[in-house]
């Protein structure tokens, strides 16, 4: 029940019609006996100061960031934890002593996910990442603190692209290598390890969509994509076809969650609950992710 004591926390982004966050959280804050709420708001990007200066005077815990916003957002901080810094984008805000401190759990999920769920040395390995954004970055950071052999990065904005290429370099060794958006550049993704779709290409408006040509697929491939609603993209589904390794974002959403948990209570995440919880959420979910 909601009442004087209710602490929120809100997801800014948009579209948000895919996201299974908060049946997720909210089933983790019973489970936890906290008196909190988590609930969407579909925002833009030149939204996001009104918004957040309303969060300000609220009782909200934090908030949470998807796209298109999680680099826009740290312009709105007070500051950000130094993972978040170096990623370059945020996908979790807490409000503490009035400060909004920026940080981004999205590169946690991931390293736990591609743990768990394949038995890829990364050190050893190469990566085609296309998507520049903010997951991609989260996703690419997070390879480059691992120690990956090299990554390459592409975006459909070469200017994004090369900007992140810049930021790893800087931050974690000259390991990345910008991809331009052109004819050819997918010669890069077929002498990978590792495919990535950080594009958000294969949901709703784009379900019949890859960012990948099927043709440069090969079954040596572990194809990875950050989108779990549909839980099999365009491009997993042809991935899976050619015998590849394929994984989605569930695993990524369910410990970044538990990540933003640790953030905003201070308390380890009940990570069966949140599993069984994203497991009935799935059952329920038409294969297009409608």
């Given at each position: 029940m909601i009442n004087i004591n209710t602490r929120f926390i809100t997801l800014l982004g948009k579209p948000l019609h895919q996201s299974f966050?908060?049946?997720?959280?909210?089933?983790?804050?019973?489970?936890?006996?906290?008196n909190m709420l988590y609930f969407y708001t579909e925002a833009e990007e030149s939204q996001l100061e009104d918004i957040i200066r309303g969060i300000r005077n609220m009782p909200f815990a934090g908030f949470a960031v998807t796209k298109p916003n999680k680099v826009e957002v740290l312009k709105h901080l007070d500051e950000a934890d130094p993972l978040c810094k170096s990623i370059g984008a945020c996908n979790t805000v807490a409000i503490r002593d009035g400060?909004?401190?920026?940080?981004?759990?999205?590169?946690?999920?991931?390293?736990?996910?591609?743990?768990?769920?394949?038995?890829?040395?990364?050190?050893?390995?190469?990566?085609?990442?296309?998507?520049?954004?903010?997951?991609?970055?989260?996703?690419?950071?997070?390879?480059?603190?691992?120690?990956a052999k090299k990554i390459y990065v592409y975006d459909k904005i070469d200017s994004r692209a090369e900007d992140l290429v810049s930021d790893i370099n800087k931050n974690y060794g000259r390991i990345a290598e910008f991809v331009p958006f052109e004819e050819g550049a997918m010669q890069k993704a077929m002498a990978s390890d590792m495919l990535i779709n950080a594009t958000g290409v294969g949901?709703?408006?784009?379900?019949?969509?890859?960012?990948?040509?099927?043709?440069?697929?090969?079954?040596?491939?572990?194809?990875?994509?950050?989108?779990?609603?549909?839980?099999q993209t365009c491009f997993l589904r042809q991935a899976a076809a050619k015998g590849c390794v394929t994984v989605n974002g569930i695993g990524m959403l369910l410990h970044q969650?538990?990540?933003?948990?640790?953030?905003?209570?201070?308390?380890?995440?009940?990570?069966?609950?949140?599993?069984?919880?994203?497991a009935d959420v799935l059952a329920g979910v038409p294969e297009a992710g409608i």
């Open positions: 966050s908060a049946r997720m959280q909210n089933a983790a804050y019973k489970a936890m006996g906290k400060r909004l401190i920026g940080f981004n759990t999205d590169s946690i999920g991931f390293a736990v996910s591609i743990k768990e769920e394949t038995d890829i040395d990364i050190t050893k390995s190469t990566f085609f990442s296309a998507g520049a954004g903010g997951a991609g970055r989260a996703i690419s950071c997070a390879l480059a603190m691992d120690g949901m709703k408006e784009t379900i019949d969509q890859s960012p990948f040509p099927e043709e440069i697929i090969r079954p040596q491939h572990i194809c990875y994509d950050a989108t779990y609603n549909p839980t969650g538990a990540a933003q948990i640790k953030i905003w209570t201070g308390e380890d995440a009940p990570l069966e609950v949140m599993s069984k919880e994203l």
